[in-house]
């Protein structure tokens, strides 16, 4: 079990920038053994893939909406996982969530049913 907190939301103008934390603790399995990933539900939308690392930093994907503005990355020593978010637009308004995949099965279903412990997610409002 793991459990995960998400914190560095808040409001900034079109244009700017955020950088996202999550902190994972939890007792059995070392952080490091898990993929992780960012994803965010708009108002009176469905939630969507943001982005997705692996275990040890190597891997990463993104989805086409975010590529090349926003980066995700992790520190293992410190249990944290991270999204750095740049040319921020009024679309990417959302409550973003960080998720935990256990089993490494989103490489191949590649979706959000695949990551198995999710945060609480912190607001990002963007405005323009």
């Known amino acids: 079990q793991v459990q995960l907190v998400e914190s560095g939301g808040g409001l900034v103008q079109a244009g700017g920038s955020l950088r996202l934390s999550c902190a994972a603790s939890g007792s059995g399995r070392t952080f490091r053994t898990y993929d992780m990933g960012w994803s965010r539900q708009a108002p009176g939308k469905e939630r969507e893939f943001v982005a997705h690392?692996?275990?040890?930093?190597?891997?990463?994907y993104y989805a086409d909406s975010v590529k090349g503005r926003f980066t995700i990355s992790r520190d293992n020593a410190k249990n944290a996982v991270f999204l750095q978010m740049n040319s921020l637009k009024p679309e990417d308004t959302a409550v973003y969530y960080c998720a935990a995949d256990k089993t490494g099965s989103w490489n191949a279903g590649r979706s959000l049913d695949n990551y198995d412990y999710w945060g609480q997610g912190t607001q990002v409002t963007v405005s323009s």
């Open positions: 690392i692996n275990w040890s930093g190597a891997h990463t």
